[in-house]
């Protein structure tokens, strides 16, 4: 059953046709998810504060309704090791149209993976897995199961990906936690199930998984047209 808070997300984001990634990552929290730590905020001096307190370097991306693609409008900038250069940051993301704020982001580490979800007319959410990073387009390694799943499912998809020998180690580096990568799978199923009546699709983009952690550091959730 969603959780009222998730509700009202979902209600006051109609108008707009999708969810702000603060409220979108504050959704898939509420769903029992591990998302990337964060802060949004229209002060820039919280925004430093917030940034040292967490410690550098930091990631930081405009919050505007106006701006879906983010990375299309340089609204995101990794890798931020200074006050100054986050303010100057912040400086710049405040002329861009509509804004909102500036989401200031820890830096998780690891191996990039893609989760997402569609809603097919037929057999309600699909979700995929698939290796991120930049050569997801070239090489387009993923796989597709039927929602919700279970434990079987989620290994049978990491096993169905080309490059499952990275998630396994490869070359000395350490494994991915299939676990926590296992357990985020499923309970991303479930909640794309719940809201298949009110969603399009979910994108979990990247997840960031190591030997420690499977961490959803962005994610857009475009919601059904009226």
């Given at each position: 059953?969603?959780?009222?808070?998730?509700?009202?997300?979902?209600?006051?984001?109609?108008?707009?046709?999708?969810?702000?990634?603060?409220?979108?990552?504050?959704?898939?929290?509420?769903?029992?998810m591990d998302t990337s730590q964060f802060i949004w905020t229209t002060e820039v001096e919280e925004a430093v504060k917030y940034a040292r307190d967490l410690g550098y370097p930091v990631v930081a991306k405009v919050v505007?309704?106006?701006?879906?693609?983010?990375?299309?409008?340089?609204?995101?900038?990794?890798?931020?090791?200074?006050?100054?250069?986050?303010?100057?940051?912040?400086?710049?993301?405040?002329?861009?149209?509509?804004?909102?704020?500036?989401?200031?982001?820890?830096?998780?580490?690891?191996?990039?993976?893609?989760?997402?979800?569609?809603?097919?007319?037929?057999?309600?959410?699909?979700?995929?897995?698939?290796?991120?990073?930049?050569?997801?387009?070239?090489?387009?390694?993923?796989?597709?199961?039927?929602?919700?799943?279970?434990?079987?499912?989620?290994?049978?998809?990491?096993?169905?990906?080309?490059?499952?020998?990275?998630?396994?180690?490869?070359?000395?580096?350490?494994?991915?936690?299939?676990?926590?990568?296992?357990?985020?799978?499923?309970?991303?199923?479930?909640?794309?199930?719940?809201?298949?009546?009110?969603?399009?699709?979910?994108?979990?983009?990247?997840?960031?998984?190591?030997?420690?952690?499977?961490?959803?550091?962005?994610?857009?959730?475009?919601?059904?047209?009226?």
């Amino acid at each position: 059953m969603l959780k009222e808070e998730i509700l009202d997300i979902l209600s006051t984001s109609k108008p707009l046709g999708w969810v702000l990634e603060p409220h979108a990552k504050r959704i898939l929290t509420l769903a029992g998810m591990d998302t990337s730590q964060f802060i949004w905020t229209t002060e820039v001096e919280e925004a430093v504060k917030y940034a040292r307190d967490l410690g550098y370097p930091v990631v930081a991306k405009v919050v505007s309704p106006k701006i879906l693609h983010k990375s299309d409008k340089q609204g995101v900038v990794v890798g931020i090791r200074t006050d100054e250069a986050l303010r100057e940051t912040f400086r710049r993301f405040s002329q861009m149209e509509g804004f909102a704020g500036i989401l200031v982001d820890e830096m998780v580490s690891g191996m990039e993976l893609i989760i997402g979800a569609k809603i097919d007319d037929q057999f309600g959410p699909v979700i995929l897995l698939g290796i991120g990073g930049t050569s997801v387009e070239i090489y387009k390694d993923v796989t597709l199961r039927m929602a919700p799943l279970g434990s079987k499912d989620t290994e049978s998809m990491m096993k169905c990906l080309k490059a499952h020998q990275l998630l396994e180690g490869y070359r000395g580096s350490k494994p991915v936690d299939a676990g926590k990568l296992s357990q985020l799978l499923v309970s991303f199923s479930i909640l794309a199930v719940d809201l298949q009546e009110q969603v399009e699709s979910i994108d979990l983009n990247p997840v960031m998984c190591s030997s420690t952690r499977c961490v959803v550091a962005d994610s857009r959730i475009m919601l059904k047209k009226e």
